[in-house]
């Protein structure tokens, strides 16, 4: 519950620093794989887990575990939200909501880095996807389709 807008920083700082139950390595490793699988990363980062640990009921727990109070709460602030929706205080905490979120998501990014190798070809794919969809504001697929072959090929050359 503690992770309304964002549970990915507070999974990491639990599974990886807290509980030491994985290290930075290998949540990296899982968080890679977990985007590239449709639906929040989160949810496949718990699954992942807890099957490893446990099989497929730990997997099940860990996702429910992980989903079922913030699904309860998500239904109260619609339901708020729709009551509320109007009141300029409900709307301003909605937007510090927003803001607390994009920073978790920030901090987020940092901390997995730092399991990253070094190196600076790959900043040059982030910053040329940066320059796509914030400066250029090309939609997201078209930058897909044009960033995916370079960064492909960065890699295959970095592991040879």
């Known amino acids: 519950m503690s992770g309304f807008g964002g549970v990915l920083p507070f999974a990491y700082r639990m599974l990886v620093e807290n509980k030491r139950w994985m290290d930075k390595a290998e949540f990296a490793e ?3 794989l977990a985007q590239m699988l449709p639906g929040p990363p989160i949810i496949h980062i718990a699954q992942m887990f ?3 640990d446990s099989g497929w009921r730990g997997g099940a727990a860990a996702v429910a575990g992980l989903v079922a109070i913030p699904t309860l709460f998500i239904m109260l602030l ?5 009551r509320f929706g109007d009141v300029p205080v409900f709307r301003k905490a909605l937007a510090g909501m927003s803001a607390a ?13 730092s399991a990253v190798p070094r190196r600076t070809r790959p900043w040059l794919v982030v910053a040329a996807a940066f320059i796509c969809l914030g400066v250029a504001r090309l939609p997201f697929i078209l930058v897909i389709l044009l960033l995916t072959p370079p960064s492909v090929w960065l890699a295959w050359t ?3």
């Open 50 to 52: 807890g099957h490893r």
């Open 158 to 160: 970095d592991s040879r």
């Open 30 to 32: 899982l968080f890679a």
């Open 101 to 113: 979120a994009v920073a978790l998501v920030i901090v987020m990014g940092i901390r997995v880095s």
């Open 78 to 82: 619609g339901l708020a939200y729709e």
